[in-house]
């Protein structure tokens, strides 16, 4: 069964407005870790952003939030005044049982996102 | 910041041929590192998870006498590609975890190697 979802494969967006890609989740397990990762065509995966199971706050990183809702199980990437170098493959991640030392990391299967000019 | 280094970047070999990646942090010790692989448009894959000093741990389905993984230090570990065929030419990406800053995701990934077996 898939652990993490990623609906979107493809997303297009114009330069200087907002996006969201979204991203649900599966676990049962209480203690977990939410990532979003970019990907640009180098190859390189740079983190983005973090967001705890048990943070109370949504995560904010610069123009990039995370937009937790814990009961749905989805961690959405809101990247706000989008720019022509967010063009890249965005990965949502996911680290399970972190309460008992877990660091494995599984990956969703990501969303292209195209910034238009 | 945390930089870990994956040579090669890039590696063609022949089919039947050994393939060496390396992964090394360079600035912090790694008792953990990963490797994933990654097909055309698709996911990341974990593939392992290397352990300084002991065996690495393998996901299901991946061939542990293909993919040999060392992790003989605590700044190194390597993934060998042992007779390469070319349903093995995939990009490969390690990350390791920082496990000195005490940070939940305290982890950085590598470059990537692009390894095409002809």
């Known amino acids: 069964a898939q652990k993490i979802t990623q609906t979107q494969p493809g997303m297009f967006v114009q330069e200087k407005e907002a996006v969201t890609l979204d991203c649900t989740y599966d676990?049962?397990?209480?203690?977990?870790?939410l990532f979003w990762y970019k990907q640009p065509s180098s190859g390189e995966m740079i983190f983005l952003i973090y967001?705890?199971?048990?943070?109370?706050q949504n995560a904010t990183e610069g123009r990039y939030s995370l937009n937790f809702q814990k009961a749905r199980k989805s961690a959405n990437l809101v990247i706000s005044a989008s720019q022509l170098g967010d063009s890249a493959m965005y990965f949502c991640a996911m680290r399970e049982g972190l309460n008992t030392g877990g660091f494995k990391t599984i990956f969703g299967a990501g969303t292209r996102l195209f910034v238009k000019a | 910041g945390a930089v870990v280094s994956q040579h090669p970047s890039r590696v063609i070999c022949k089919s039947g041929t050994s393939v060496k990646i390396e992964c090394r942090s360079l600035?912090?010790?790694?008792?953990?590192m990963f490797w994933y692989r990654q097909f055309p448009k698709q996911s990341l894959m974990l593939m392992a998870t290397?352990?300084?000093?002991?065996?690495?741990?393998?996901e299901q389905g991946v061939e542990k006498d293909k993919f040999l993984i060392n992790h003989a230090s605590l700044t190194l570990s390597t993934l060998t590609v042992t007779s390469a065929h070319p349903e093995d030419s995939s990009f490969y990406i390690c990350?390791?975890?920082?496990?000195?800053?005490?940070?939940?995701?305290?982890?950085?990934f590598g470059s990537g190697t692009r390894l095409t077996v002809v």
């Open positions: 990350s390791a975890r920082n496990s000195g800053t005490g940070h939940l995701y305290g982890y950085t």
């Open positions: 600035d912090f010790q790694a008792t953990t």
């Open positions: 676990t049962s397990d209480p203690s977990y870790g």
């Open positions: 967001q705890g199971s048990y943070d109370q």
């Open positions: 290397s352990n300084e000093g002991s065996k690495a741990t393998y």
